[in-house]
């Protein structure tokens, strides 16, 4: 009935229905202008937020994302309760653009009301601009959406409580600034990606940047397409809302000098993603003559490298072919490094540049937008949140390495939490009030959160193998079905000792744990 219900709505262009205090929404992927106009929000506002009634302000109001910004607004302004929105579901659900809307009708909603501008203070302008940032650079093409995040990202909105002066004004709580925190970024999407797939919309947008921009950044971009870049390669076309990689550059661009990202800063940001770029393009042979040494043999790509960086030649060359180990007595030698590790330390060092570089972004944004450097008052003030978790959905693609093992334990984490405020909190509730019901029967997933963290779990043994001089993948899988033979939910695969499953609450997921362990 549920099912047939949502798919009906669906049908009829309304994709928020309500379970309870939740909203469900099923993507429509189509712009439905009309559920956002400035009317509606502003409706929903008054109804939930400023009229006073004792019975549940929703009733006789269709199921719509405002209810819960309009419900978390009013626990902020009106009850001065810190309040969190949690935004789950797969891959492609349209989690990410959730998050947008609710921040715009928050931003909207707690407008003065005798202010007349209808323009929204620079402050407020960031936090919404910096969405656009974090977009370019941490979400990707993926098969289930063209607009994936492929990271972790939990907003704190801060709110001056404003104080009531006289009888009959509205309490208020003005939007002040915002942090933000992100975590797990998909770091292999750097240096690897599914043919059908992309990496970072920032890599796109900077080749597809006019040559005198790529110039500027750097000489070594001129002329480039995304073939000239083993790293980007052949890319799936298509338009990412509704625009091309060029019209986002120069979005972009105009949302980082927002956040105080210009002249050479942002020069220097867009240097380090050629310089990855770059980094894809080395290769590396046996010497001729000598098994254990190993040669650069992209000399153009490493001169146009070491140019980019700003290397010393000589240092840079060795730093990629040789490695410095260190004895117990605190004495160092060096030797050479195998040609196909010397790649691998390559892949490694990208992702690293990248990861670092989106973390620089991320507190570049924070100090923009944070009420401490922003807001009149600064640090003096004690302020209201409102928390917007935006996390990557459950997936599953015909390969699926550690990210996906992560991602998808985080949904188990949040699909547990979901079953308790669902189901154990309303059991306890009716229980409380005197109600005589059976026990409600319900999927739990703590057999899945068992075999991932448990003491034999999986997190612990590809921990344990981590440690071990000889670990390696395959010892891990064998270690980590040996170990849970009696979890209900591990799948094994007898023919290939690289795979297992899981049986995730949301369905089956086959993992293949090839480099596991060096990660």
Not at 336 to 353: M, Q, T, Y
Not at 391 to 417: D, H
Not at 490 to 509: P, R, S
């Amino acid at each position: 009935a549920i099912l047939y219900n949502l798919k009906k709505r669906h049908c009829d262009g309304k994709p928020y229905s309500r379970v309870g205090d939740i909203v469900v929404a099923v993507n429509p992927y189509q712009r439905l202008g009309d559920l956002y106009t400035d009317k509606v929000r502003m409706h929903y506002a008054q109804k939930i937020v400023w009229e006073q009634n004792d019975r549940d302000a929703r009733v006789g109001l269709p199921p719509h994302l405002y209810d819960v910004s309009s419900l978390c607004y009013k626990g902020l302004a009106v009850e001065r309760q810190n309040q969190s929105i949690l935004v789950t579901g797969i891959s492609g659900a349209g989690k990410t653009e959730t998050v947008k809307i609710c921040m715009d009708h928050i931003a909207t909603i707690q407008q003065d009301p005798n202010d007349k501008s209808s323009d929204k203070s620079m402050v407020v302008k960031r936090i919404l601009e910096s969405n656009r940032v974090l977009e370019a650079f941490g979400n990707a093409k993926t098969r289930h959406n063209d607009n994936a995040s492929r990271f972790g990202k939990y907003v704190m909105l801060q709110f001056h409580h404003i104080d009531v002066k006289k009888p009959g004004d509205r309490p208020r709580s003005a939007l002040a600034g915002s942090t933000c925190e992100v975590y797990l970024l998909e770091k292999s999407r750097v240096v690897f990606h599914d043919d059908a797939e992309r990496t970072y919309h920032a890599f796109y947008q900077l080749l597809s940047a006019p040559d005198d921009k790529k110039a500027e950044i750097w000489q070594g971009l001129k002329g480039t397409t995304n073939e000239s870049f083993a790293y980007v390669g052949t890319a799936p076309h298509g338009l990412i809302d509704g625009k091309d990689d060029s019209a986002h550059f120069i979005d972009t661009n105009a949302a980082l000098e927002l956040v105080g990202i210009s002249g050479e800063k942002c020069l220097t940001l867009w240097r380090a993603i050629a310089a990855c770029l770059q980094l894809g393009n080395l290769t590396f042979a046996r010497k001729s003559g000598n098994k254990e040494e190993t040669m650069i043999t992209s000399t153009k790509e490493f001169k146009g490298l070491v140019e980019l960086m700003g290397w010393d030649n000589l240092v840079a060359e060795k730093a990629f072919t040789e490695v410095t180990m260190r004895t117990m007595r605190e004495d160092t030698f060096t030797v050479p490094l195998p040609f196909r590790r010397a790649k691998e330390n390559v892949d490694a060092f990208a992702k690293e540049i990248y990861a670092k570089t989106f973390l620089w972004l991320v507190r570049n944004i924070n100090d923009a937008t944070c009420a401490e450097n922003n807001y009149p008052g600064g640090a003096s003030i004690n302020y209201g949140l409102i928390g917007l978790l935006d996390i990557f959905g459950f997936e599953s693609f015909p390969v699926n390495g550690f990210e996906q093992l992560c991602i998808n334990y985080c949904n188990e984490k949040l699909q547990q939490k979901l079953n308790s405020d669902i189901f154990g909190n309303l059991q306890e509730r009716y229980q409380a009030e005197g109600l005589n019901l059976d026990d409600i029967k319900y999927d739990d997933n703590l057999d899945v959160l068992e075999l991932i963290e448990g003491k034999l779990g999986i997190i612990n043994q590809l921990n344990a193998q981590g440690a071990y001089i000889r670990g390696n993948d395959q010892a891990f899988v064998s270690k980590a079905l040996q170990s849970n033979t009696a979890a209900p939910c591990l799948i094994q695969n007898t023919f290939d000792k690289l795979e297992f499953g899981i049986h995730h609450y949301a369905g089956v997921v086959i993992y293949k744990a090839h480099n596991f362990v060096v990660r």
